[in-house]
Structure formats: C-alpha cells, structure tokens
C-alpha cells in the first residue's frame, strides 16, 4: 500500500511540474510571437496598404485554411465535375473571430509568398507544440524509468524473500531434528529393552520433553505462516489497553515467581483506549515476558510498563539481565537468529519475536530493542538494563 501511495504522489507531483513548465513555455513563445514576431514579418508578407492584425489563434486559423483550400484544390482537379463552386462556397464560411472573412486576408496576400508564408506557419506550430510533445516524452521517460526502479525493487525483494525461506527451512529442519532424534533414539532403546527399569521413567520424561518442544515449534511454526500470509486479518476493537497489559502480568506472574525473577509493574489506573486485536496484541506482550523468562538467569527483575508519551502509546518490557550480544541483537526480530549457543541451551528458535514484531507492524506500531545506553533514561534509572518497547 505504501509503494503504490507513493507512486500515486510520483505521479501527480511530475505531471503538475510538467504541466506548469509547459503552461510558462507556451504564454512565453505566444507573447514572442505576437509582440515581436507577427509586427515583424506581417509588412513583408502583405500588400501595401492593407492594415492586418496577427496573433496566435488567427494564424492557426489561418494554416488550417490554407490547409483546406490545398484540398479542395485537389478535389476539384481530380474529383469528377458536379461539386460546382464548392471551393469558393467553403472558404466564405471561414470567419475570423473579428468578423472578417479569411478571403479577404488570404488576397491581402502577395501570391509569391503564399507558399513560403504556409510553411513558415507550419513551423510556428511545431515550435509551438514541441514544448508539449518534449513533456509529454520527459514525463513518459520518468515514468518508465520508475516503473524499471520498482521492478527491480521488487525483484530484490522476491530474491532476498527466496533466500530467507531456504535459511527458514534449512534452520527448521535444523531445529526439529535434534528432538526427534532424540525421542527415536530414546524410543529405540526402550523397545529393545537396553534401558534399565529405574531408567525407564527418566526416559520416558525425556521423550514426553522433547515432543512437547517439537509441538511448540511446529505451533509457532503454523502461527508465523498464518500471520505472514496475505488472508491473514486483525479483529481490532475498541480495548482498555491498560486493563490488557494488567492481565497479561497476571498471566504470568506465576511463571515468573517460579523462576526466582520478580515482577515489577508500573500501569496507570486510567481507562486507556486504542483500537487494537485484543488476542494478538496480548500474544505479543506474553511473549516478550516469557522471553525475559526463558532468556535470563534466577534473580533477574523483569519490568511492565505502560503510559503515553507525545500523545502515542509506550509498552515496555524490560529485565535487568543480561545484554544481548552485539552481534545477535541487529537482527534479534528475525527468525532463527537467537544465537546458536541460545538455541542450543534454552531450546529458543526466536521465531517469538519474529511473530511479535509482525503483529505489531499489523498495528501500525512498531517494536525495538534497546538496551545499554540507547535504554530510556526511566528504564535504567529503575535497575534495568534492557527493554523490548511497543510504540
């Protein structure tokens, strides 16, 4: 919708400039023409004595007079007899916008420059229409070229959407086939009986851990597809967006507490209203703080915050943790781009946070990380020293 907004601007800007430059070219070559041109060259191309007026319009006219007088000539020397006086019955009709026939100013003509002053006009017209014809080309040639700029954008874009996919695959294949490797082999080994009984269950458990990180995956997975498909539509409403971020504290505060972290909220008791998807862009607040759950160690203090700022809603989600390394965190919102050491040691794929900036962007917001000194000052000022903010 963007792109097609701004070609739409493109579009009417370039044809209001050319317009206008072509409008000044115009009165110019008119004012040339009937102030210094017509005075100039009329007495050379009339008879003496006679008193005529030129400008513009009247010579236009004029050429198309002649122009028709050229045919009828034609006409009348090829066409078998029986147009009778046709030629002279349609030149009469020609009259001026001063009354005046063009018969009489076509006679107040010497004969001898009657053919070069038809292509002197004919030129006056070219070089009054060329402006036009030159804008018309410029205006075409800046649209062409715009066009072949989109489409190579584009092009970009399918490749590096290509190539992502295959990285998306390749990282999916990647991260669902260490579990199920090991619920095979774990299986394998209980229905070969090469587990010993008091190990049985320790297998078991393993099995049941490993299958539900699998059908976590598979579910974020179905989750981010759905999302990033076309069909895919927000059931916004009207929402108390501070009762919102109240509940999806509450949510997990458990979680949380069972994690040895605590939770510091700071919430305004006022009604905030926005229009929003209430099941979306709660999903996005539960998975930020379960992200600082899964993402820090025992003690950590995990912030929810909530208020306005230059008119515009602020949602943060802060931990006291540590920072994210430098060279994960440019691209922290992409799928799969945790950090193997991350993914291999809490079982995170960051499809997440890929989901989350998606929902979003579906909003009309937006989501950053900041951490160190790029941290609002509130933020630091309270012990943290990391957030995930919605604006």
């Known amino acids: 919708m963007d792109k097609i907004r701004e070609l739409r601007t493109f579009i009417v800007k370039n ?3 050319v317009l206008l430059l072509v409008a000044f070219t115009e009165s110019a070559l008119v004012l040339v023409f009937n102030n210094v041109v017509f005075p100039k060259i009329t007495p050379l191309i009339f008879k003496e004595g006679t008193n005529v007026e030129y400008d513009v319009i009247t010579v236009i006219v004029f050429a198309f007079y002649i122009i028709v007088r050229l045919i009828l000539l034609f006409i009348s020397r090829y066409v078998p007899i029986g147009l009778g006086n046709i030629d002279e019955k349609v030149i009469n009709s020609f009259i001026l916008f001063d009354g005046n026939s063009l018969v009489e100013k076509y006679e107040a003509i010497n004969p001898w420059v009657r053919v070069l002053m038809f292509i002197c006009i004919i030129l006056m017209i070219v070089v009054l229409f060329f402006p ?10 800046r649209l062409m070229a715009r066009f072949a700029a989109l489409e ?9 959407y290509e190539k992502k996919r295959s990285l998306l695959l390749s990282d999916i294949a990647h991260d669902l086939r260490t579990p199920i490797t090991t619920i095979y082999g774990y299986s394998r080994a209980i229905l070969d009986d090469k587990v010993e009984d008091e190990k049985r269950d320790e297998y078991l458990n393993l099995i049941c851990m490993k299958a539900g990180k699998v059908d976590e995956l598979v579910n974020l997975l179905f989750d981010y597809v759905k999302i ?7 059931h916004k409403e009207r929402i108390d967006i501070s009762e919102l971020v109240r509940q999806a504290g509450a949510f997990l505060y458990q979680d949380i507490c069972d994690a040895g972290m605590e939770l510091i909220p700071e919430i305004p008791e006022e ?3 926005i229009d929003a998807d209430k099941v979306q862009l709660s999903r996005v607040i539960v998975n930020l703080l379960n992200n600082s759950i899964k993402h820090n160690p025992e003690g950590t203090k995990i912030g929810l915050f909530l208020y306005k700022e230059d008119q515009k809603i602020r949602i943060i989600v802060s931990d006291s943790g540590p920072l994210i390394p430098e060279s994960i965190a440019p691209n922290i919102f992409d799928p799969f781009k945790t950090g ?10 960051g499809l997440g946070l890929s989901i989350a900036r998606k929902i979003t962007r579906l909003h009309g917001m937006d989501i950053r990380l900041l951490q160190g000194s790029n941290a609002p000052e509130r933020i630091k000022s309270a012990g943290f020293t990391k957030c995930f903010m919605i604006r």
């Open 271 to 273: 009604e905030i209203y």
């Open 340 to 349: 193997d050491e991350s993914r291999k040691s809490s079982g995170g794929t």
């Open 228 to 234: 990033d498909s076309e069909g895919f539509k927000l």
């Open 132 to 141: 036009i014809l030159l804008a018309g080309s410029v205006f075409t040639a």
């Open 15 to 17: 044809f209001i400039i």
């Open 152 to 160: 190579e954008e584009e092009k970009k874009k399918n490749l590096l």
